[in-house]
């Protein structure tokens, strides 16, 4: 059992920055993929970054790359999204979640069997 607990969500205006904490339960936090989501209200919860086991390799949607990095403290257990330049419309419950051994699509919502309670994320204009 993996249990994920995100921190650093908040209140900020455009261009802003923030930095969301993820961190993991469980000795094995190296073979975990890490991914973020996010979700707003009446719409599915959709991708937002991921960091694979395998060779830490980075992935990104489209509507962050350039702003948002994913990054991982494997010593510490910890996953990490750094977002720059936000935006009104990155406000969202932004959810990490966590799969271990997976060698799948990472932008698929599915793929993960952890997942942390959520922070919002709120951008004004």
């Known amino acids: 059992q993996v249990q994920l607990v995100e921190s650093g969500g908040g209140l900020v205006q455009a261009g802003d920055s923030l930095r969301l904490s993820c961190a993991a339960s469980?000795?094995?936090?190296?073979?975990?993929?890490m991914g973020w989501f996010r979700q707003t209200p009446g719409k599915e919860r959709e991708f937002v970054a991921a960091?694979?086991?395998?060779?830490?390799?980075?992935t990104y949607a489209d509507s962050v790359k350039g702003r948002f990095t994913i990054s991982r403290d494997n010593a510490r257990s910890t996953a990490y999204l750094q977002m720059n330049s936000l935006k009104p419309e990155d406000t969202a419950v932004y959810y990490c979640?966590?799969?271990?051994?997976?060698?799948?699509?990472?932008?698929?919502?599915?793929?993960?069997?952890?997942w942390g309670q959520g922070t919002q994320v709120t951008v004004s204009s």
């Open positions: 979640a966590a799969v271990v051994a997976y060698l799948g699509d990472v932008t698929n919502l599915k793929a993960y069997n952890y």
């Open positions: 469980g000795r094995a936090f190296s073979s975990y993929t």
């Open positions: 960091s694979s086991q395998i060779g830490g390799s980075t």
